[in-house]
Nanobody, 120 residues
Framework: VQLVESGGGLVQAGDSLRLSCDAS????MGWFRQAPGKEREFVAA????????SYAGSVKGRFTISRDNGKNTVHLQMNSLKPEDTAVYYC??????????????????WGQGTQVNVSS
């Protein structure tokens, strides 16, 4: 399974960015992030149908995860970005199971990461 992320960059606080992840199949997907000196943390997840989602409390109401199953692509729309959102964002997938997964150990494939920098 290959995961290809895109959409990272440098923005100002309050701006928006959309991350995309192209997967080679229709699976449960998630986004995690890791800031310098911190552990990787859960951001958002979606099941293979797109009917169920889950968000970390720190991004709920600002970020939206969605999927285009025709293209096996998952998006993370990030609005009202804050400097504390600065991190490397990783796309991940679990190639079995029908749920939404928030723990990193539940996933079995990871992308290379894309950098998001939010300046104040």
């Amino acid at each position: 399974v290959q995961l290809v992320e895109s959409g990272g960059g440098l923005v100002q606080a309050g701006d928006s960015l959309r991350l995309s992840c192209d997967a080679s199949g229709r699976y449960a997907m998630g986004w995690f992030r890791q800031a310098p000196g911190k552990e990787r943390e859960f951001v958002a997840a979606i099941d293979w149908t797109g009917g169920m989602t889950s968000y970390a409390g720190s991004v709920k109401g600002r970020f939206t995860i969605s999927r285009d199953n025709g293209k096996n692509t998952v998006h993370l729309q990030m609005n009202s970005l804050k400097p504390e959102d600065t991190a490397v964002y990783y796309c991940t997938t679990r190639t079995y199971g029908a749920g939404v997964y928030t723990a990193s150990e539940r996933y079995n494939y990871w992308g290379q990461g894309t950098q998001v920098n939010v300046s104040s």
